[in-house]
């Protein structure tokens, strides 16, 4: 199982040569194209290493870190070099001072999983400071559970693609439902609906408004508006406004099962700030004719339509406010609740939401609690580094940032996800000592100090499942551990018992023994249903028979316990209803974030006076041919690259206004950094709108300088490295303003994928 589909692999040498998607899957993803060939590749860790410098010099802030050679050592060294420099952190400086918050997405798998190895070790080393929320969802993951008590249930407990395609009249899409994103699901997925339901809709007489600057981000039959990035607020503000005025808003639903929807419509209609929120006003800054927004909220009022916002809406700056109008706009219409009606948020972001969950608790390895109570919103890390002792916003808290000395990442890579790299890196040089797990050079395992080679989920037995898929799988090996790589439970494990805590952290079990259990634990769960599909077999069984079917629940509606009894299950919010105004976050007076939906104007946005220096609005989304950055060297990924460099789409008019054509390779810059690109010519993009996916790995022309130009396409040399606002400090890397030039030098290679030097001793 890949987070991007369930598979089973042909081995041969040691390497995976070919891949067979499951069966039953109607939709496989193409990106398990990557596979093949990955295992053995030259970007792999073969063994445990020291940076040269950290070694000779011992620990200490350095500005060679990611332009340094490596020193070979044993398992042996290395377990006392780490454990040795842990345990000098700890009486030094204490816990706090070590940032474990390790954010990542590593490999399925409920118990080799990256994230739970080195939050469970770290615990019971005497805790760290931990990162809050995702880079996915940082910004939902706050605003959300004020707003309607939970964030994870909009995912979890979506309304389902069977009910969709059976009852939705009208889709209304911001940020389409790009089918390459429902490629992936974090732990893995057996089946991919999507594409499916949204054809049986279509052919039952549904429709799909998709509001994106991509058309690509609707696939099939629609009505595709393109408005301005960043605009989207705005719009829904206007559609919400139409509804208001033309006495469409349902009064009865809004007083029942709502708060706040009057102090709400007093800034929607102009009487808090002068400014009414009419079609005509979003239509100058969405660049829409005002029409489309008075017909499309006649159209929306008259059926069963469903508000659908995608992540990505809330990856930018003040990212709170397009979920927070999305579900008013959908409690406007009153169908919250109806089948077929109401809220989605993720359809078309990950394959989870529209598939039915399991009502079990999945395997799960126990962590245990952090002594540490300092945290960071996760996309802070950075403000962390270059700030301790200073004191941040954060939902209503004044937390400080501690004096970090070592920082502790296995299964991610901040060169991937995190914005303003040039920023990043001068972070980098401040803590003693990084120590990265990761089975590739990643660009942030060429900045460690201390780097240990971990395994791939190909190299190991494993078992996986998720809330929302029927089954639980076996992951077996398909091929032996590469080089000198180990299981990331192995390493710590070693050094869990030179710090003396090895019994506590093993529980005596070998990972074998792990497995089973954890999966037995499990089947207890199952059994005790009556309810269930099948028996689970004993352990022996279920691994070499196949998987195990659970119990599915069918045919929900988001919210539909709510609707038919609001006092019997109220909402976990302090009305116990959805509050379109919050008085808690009216309380914390941020000037980013008001106490109701309201429309900001964004930093970076066609409309800013930046947008005179940088003309070009940069989508920096999820790429169709990886997962981020894993396996940007698998063939998938190459085959889509341009001389080597990720592509960068761009509307025909700006491609001329360059002298460009598809093909040729570009420099993108803005004032805070730049990349090479080769360009793709599309009509499908609004003019002025450029689009570059996340995951080339970072290619410095010049490693010892940490704004240098990257040479291969990483997009997060450009991104700004500022919050989504006060409240929740969410990830804005979505959005960007920056310019294009042909680049007419000569070409340099490609280093990305090459390890550093590592010396033998
Ligand atoms: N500009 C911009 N930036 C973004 C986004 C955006 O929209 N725009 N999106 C953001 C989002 S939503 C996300 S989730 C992040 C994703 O960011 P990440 O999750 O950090 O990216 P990955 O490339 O998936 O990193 C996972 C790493 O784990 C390693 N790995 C795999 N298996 C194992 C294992 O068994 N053990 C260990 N130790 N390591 C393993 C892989 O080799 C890889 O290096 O990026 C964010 N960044
Ligand atoms: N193939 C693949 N699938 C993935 C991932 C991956 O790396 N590869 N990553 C997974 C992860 S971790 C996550 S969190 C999800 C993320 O899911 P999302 O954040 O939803 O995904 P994105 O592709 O970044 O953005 C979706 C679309 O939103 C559109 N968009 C951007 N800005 C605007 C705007 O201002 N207005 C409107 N209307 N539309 C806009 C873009 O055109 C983009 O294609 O994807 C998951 N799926
Ligand atoms: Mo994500």
Avoid at 364 to 390: C, H, K, M, W, Y
Avoid at 445 to 450: E, G, L, R, Y
Avoid at 591 to 601: L, V
Wanted: charged share 25%; hydrophobic share 35%; net charge negative.
């Amino acid at each position: 199982m890949a987070h991007w589909g369930m598979f089973s692999a042909q081995a041969r040498d040691g390497e995976v040569v070919a891949v067979q998607p499951y069966a039953g899957d109607r939709d496989p993803s193409p990106i398990l194209g990557n596979i093949p060939g990955s295992v053995r590749h030259r970007a792999r860790i073969a063994g445990p290493a020291v940076r040269r410098g950290w070694l000779e010099n011992g620990p200490g802030p350095s500005t060679r870190r990611g332009d340094d050679e490596y020193v070979a050592v044993s398992w042996d060294e290395l377990t006392e070099i780490l454990a040795g420099e842990l345990q000098r952190v700890k009486d030094r400086h204490g816990n706090r001072a070590i940032f474990g918050g390790s954010y990542g997405w590593s490999a399925p798998g409920r118990f080799h999983h990256a994230q739970s190895q080195v939050h469970r070790f770290l615990k019971m080393f005497g805790g760290y400071t931990r990162s809050v929320h995702s880079y996915s969802l940082g910004a939902t993951g706050v605003i959300m559970p004020r707003v309607l008590g939970t964030h994870w249930k909009l995912f979890a407990r979506s309304t389902s693609w069977e009910v969709i395609a059976r009852e939705t009249d009208l889709m209304v899409c911001f940020g389409g439902i790009p089918l390459k994103n429902t490629a992936v699901n974090d732990g893995g997925t057996s089946d991919h609906p999507t594409r499916d339901a949204l054809e049986r809709m279509r052919a039952r007489g549904g429709r799909i408004v998709s509001f994106s600057p991509i058309r690509s981000d609707m696939h099939g039959e629609h009505e595709w508006l393109a408005p301005r990035p960043g605009t989207d607020v705005a719009i829904m503000l206007a559609l919400a406004y139409v509804l208001a005025t033309e006495g469409l808003a349902d009064r009865e639903f809004l007083d029942r099962y709502c708060t706040g929807y009057d102090r709400f419509e007093e800034y929607l209609l102009g009487r808090t700030d002068g400014v009414p929120k009419t079609p005509e006003w979003a239509a100058t800054l969405s660049g829409l004719p005002a029409g489309t927004f008075v017909d499309l909220a006649r159209r929306m009022a008259r059926g069963r339509t469903l508000v659908s916002v995608t992540w990505s809406l809330q990856r930018v700056r003040h990212g709170e406010q397009a979920p927070w109008a999305g579900v008013t706009l959908a409690a406007m219409l009153g169908r919250l609740g109806v089948p077929g009606g109401g809220f989605g948020h993720g359809y078309g972001s990950m394959n989870e939401p529209g598939l039915a969950p399991v009502p079990y608790p999945l395997p799960t390895l126990f962590q245990g609690n952090n002594d540490v109570a300092d945290f960071i919103p996760v996309a802070a890390i950075s403000d962390l580094l270059l700030r301790p002792g200073e004191q941040f916003d954060y939902d209503g808290q004044r937390p400080t940032f501690p004096d970090i000395r070592l920082v502790y990442w296995a299964g991610g890579n901040p060169f991937h996800h995190h914005q303003d790299i040039g920023r990043l890196r001068r972070a980098l040089r401040r803590p003693d000592t990084i120590v990265v797990h990761d089975p590739y050079w990643t660009a942030m395992a060429k900045h460690a100090d201390i780097v240990v080679p971990s395994t791939t989920a190909l190299e190991r037995d494993d078992l996986t499942c998720t809330r929302n898929d029927p089954l639980l799988v076996a992951m077996q090996a398909a091929v032996p551990r590469f080089a000198d790589a180990r299981d990331d439970y192995d390493t710590f494990t070693a050094l869990a018992h030179r710090l003396g805590f090895g019994e506590t952290f093993t529980e005596g079990r070998t990972s074998r023994q792990w497995l089973e259990h954890l999966y037995e634990q499990w089947r207890g769960f199952v059994l005790a249903d009556d309810r269930r599909v099948e028996d689970p077999p004993p352990f022996e069984d279920f691994w070499y028979g196949g998987p195990v079917r659970m119990r599915t629940e069918d045919d929900l509606t988001l919210f539909e316990d709510f609707r038919s009894d609001p006092d019997g299950h109220p909402l976990r919010t302090p009305s116990g209803r959805l509050e379109i105004f919050s008085a808690d976050i009216d309380s914390f007076g941020y000037d980013d974030c008001a106490g109701h939906p309201t429309w900001y104007e964004p930093d970076e946005w066609l409309g800013s006076p930046r947008a005179e220096r940088f003309p070009l609005h940069l989508i920096a989304n999820q790429p169709a041919t990886r997962l981020h950055g894993q396996l940007d060297h698998g063939s998938v990924s190459q085959t889509s690259k341009i001389r080597g460099r990720e592509p960068i789409r761009m509307h025909p008019d700006d491609a001329a206004a360059r002298g460009l054509e598809s093909g040729d390779i570009v420099r993108v810059f803005n004032d805070r950094g730049s990349c090479l690109a080769g360009v793709v010519v599309d009509d499908g993009l609004l003019p002025s709108v450029v689009q570059l996916a996340t995951g080339a790995w970072y290619d410095p022309l010049d490693p010892s300088d940490p704004g240098s130009m990257c040479v291969h396409g990483n997009a997060n040399v450009l991104t700004p490295d500022v919050g989504t606002s006060s409240l929740s400090h969410g990830c804005t890397g979505q959005h960007v303003l920056v310019d294009v030039e042909r680049f007419d030098g000569e070409l340099p290679p490609i280093r990305a994928y090459d390890p550093p030097v590592v010396r033998q001793r």
